[in-house]
């Protein structure tokens, strides 16, 4: 409305707008890096979706037979994986959520400048210890005479998640607790981070106006704060998410057979049993139901600026 | 007691955000305590006794320090042909205006929203099908190929926060456009340029799925050591080098900071 009033932004003068040879410029630029993503992303996920419907072996070749038969097998076969694979993800999603959102907050207002920047060092420093160190790390944790289960055990928990099915015989280490725990602690970081840019961006005096307004600090959080920082969520959601569901090292530490994911499968399919039309089925129906759930969840969420 | 009720719920969201730390923390202390460990048996996962045994002869487990060189090295290529081809297409992106922008977009964005086990099936279903041998090449291949996304996203952010303004009056100051490119736009580029590489480095140097599919019988990189090793017995001084590279990225990014601040302090 008083837009007069505002600073004009910077005078921006597009760089091909006064030069058209420019715009071949921009395709040079490009041309390397989305050639190398073209022939070693797009065309494998093609060629993909084309070695899905091929039938043979490895030693006499595979032909195209359009066998869409594969797909039902694999589905029928590998049911429950995708059952265990996205209810895990959205578990470890929804914890990543629960835990990582009172830390960003801290970070972004609690914080003196300086704990700020030694805070942040400690949830990026982690990545450079070795995943599959860290994970192993758990078992360690969550190991039968460890302290988990005994505190667990003291407290009678374990005979509650045992009940639910989270748990079986008083263990943690082989359950799906076990796996769940190692997601959401894997891929908290890619929670954390776009959480505390969002909710780092947000003027504190919000805050007192809304306090000045009578808002309890609750409200004020309800009501500010969190609408404010749904981008940070949407994208801490999917980072988690995605990965946590395409995810198999967890499950092969952490869990038992029974509580192999996708991933698994995937894996086992394509260097195991060298099955390379059921692998393809099998990414292709993951890509296919990640994709689905990603577009319908960000048209609910209704936020578009990822990239 | 009604006090100290008090201050609890005062601080509540800091003391779960003190508890988030120690959960993501946690598994770090563990792997430097048990690198101090000399276990009973093959592996390593319950305490048994204290010993210096494997800080003092860290390459002692055949086979372990050749697959950290391999991934030092692999990592140090695919951060360079990553940083190399992704400022390109992050400086097309930021600065020019032309047709295919959308897919170019879709394109860069595509390989962060794929689980990345059904890159790594698709790609090394295709190595597979053009009978490329798997080794040292496939495996830099797939990691350029999933790093670039993220280094594009960090230098196109900086990129585009850079005021235009600055290149012009280079110009208008009679600056040839390499001068302009090399004393002005590189080194306001550069912090994105740097936390793109950085990411490439680590992303490269722990990525596990993407090189279990495109790796070959005698390319075992530090990360395939540590999942074999989780099969057949884990030697402690993985722990070693899983602590060492801890302090090591913790001491990078402090003098980081530090050099950082003094630098900002004299400006």
Request: glycine share 6%; hydrophobic share 50%; charged share 10%.
């Amino acid at each position: 409305m008083t837009t007069t009033t505002e600073a004009a932004p910077p005078q921006v003068i597009p760089l091909d707008a006064t030069k058209p040879r420019r715009k071949l410029t921009a395709y040079w630029l490009l041309l390397p890096g989305i050639a190398w993503l073209v022939v070693f992303f797009a065309v494998p996920l093609v060629y993909q979706g084309s070695t899905s419907l091929q039938t043979g072996s490895l030693e006499q070749g595979f032909k195209l037979t359009w066998h869409v038969a594969t797909y039902w097998d694999a589905l029928d076969e590998y049911k429950w994986h995708f059952v265990r694979s996205f209810s895990y993800a959205a578990i470890a999603t929804a914890l990543c959520l629960a835990i990582g959102y009172p830390l960003a907050y801290t970070i972004a207002f609690k914080a003196s400048r300086r704990w700020r920047n030694v805070i942040l060092i400690l949830v990026i420093a982690p990545f450079f210890t070795s995943f599959l160190i860290r994970t192993l790390a758990w078992k360690t944790i969550l190991s039968d005479s460890g302290p988990v289960v005994g505190a667990l055990n003291t407290l009678h928990l374990l005979s509650i998640t045992d009940a639910v099915g989270l748990t079986s015989g008083h263990r943690v280490l082989a359950t799906p607790l076990a796996v769940v725990c190692g997601l959401t602690y894997n891929f908290l970081p890619f929670m954390i981070l776009p959480l505390y840019t969002s909710l780092e961006r947000i003027d504190p005096r919000l805050h007192e106006a809304a306090g000045d307004l009578y808002a309890r600090p609750f409200t004020t959080f309800r009501k500010v704060t969190f609408p404010i920082s749904l981008p940070g969520v949407v994208a801490g959601t999917l980072l988690t998410f995605i990965p946590a569901s395409g995810d198999y090292i967890n499950a092969q530490l952490l869990g038992s057979p029974s509580e192999q994911m996708v991933g698994n499968g995937i894996q086992k399919q394509f260097l195991n049993v060298l099955d390379y039309p059921t692998a393809a089925a099998l990414s292709f129906i993951l890509m296919a139901l990640i994709l689905g759930m990603v577009t319908v969840y960000m048209r609910k969420a209704g936020t578009e600026e990822l990239v | 007691m009604s006090r100290v009720f008090k201050w609890i719920r005062e601080h509540l969201v800091v003391l779960a955000g003190i508890l988030a730390l120690a959960y993501l923390v946690l598994p770090n202390l563990v792997v430097f305590a048990f690198s101090f460990n000399k276990p009973v048996g093959k592996f390593n996962y319950e305490w048994a006794q204290f010993s210096t045994d494997a800080w003092t002869n860290p390459c002692g487990v055949a086979d372990m320090c050749g697959s950290l060189s391999l991934s030092l090295q692999i990592a140090t290529l695919a951060t360079i042909g990553a940083t190399v081809l992704g400022t390109m297409v992050a400086f097309a992106l930021a600065r020019y205006r032309f047709r295919g922008r959308a897919a170019t977009t879709a394109l860069i964005f595509l390989p962060m929203a794929m689980p990345e086990v059904v890159m790594a099936a698709s790609l090394g279903t295709l190595f597979l099908n053009m009978r490329i041998q798997f080794g040292f090449l496939t495996i830099l291949i797939a990691h350029i190929m999933f790093c670039l996304s993220f280094v594009v996203t960090a230098v196109k952010a900086r990129v585009m926060s850079m005021d235009p303004r600055l290149e012009q009056a280079a110009q208008d100051l009679y600056a040839t456009p390499t001068q302009t490119f090399l004393k002005i736009t590189l080194p306001l580029a550069a912090p994105g340029i740097a936390a793109g590489a950085l990411l490439s480095f680590a992303l490269s140097f722990d990525d596990f799925i993407i090189t279990q599919f495109n790796s070959g019988p005698t390319t075992v990189t530090f990360p395939m050591f540590v999942w074999g090793a989780s099969q057949r017995g884990i030697p402690v001084q993985v722990n070693v080098i899983g602590t060492a590279m801890f302090i090591a990225a913790v001491a990078l990014t402090v003098a980081g900071q530090w050099i950082g601040n003094r630098r900002k302090a004299r400006s």
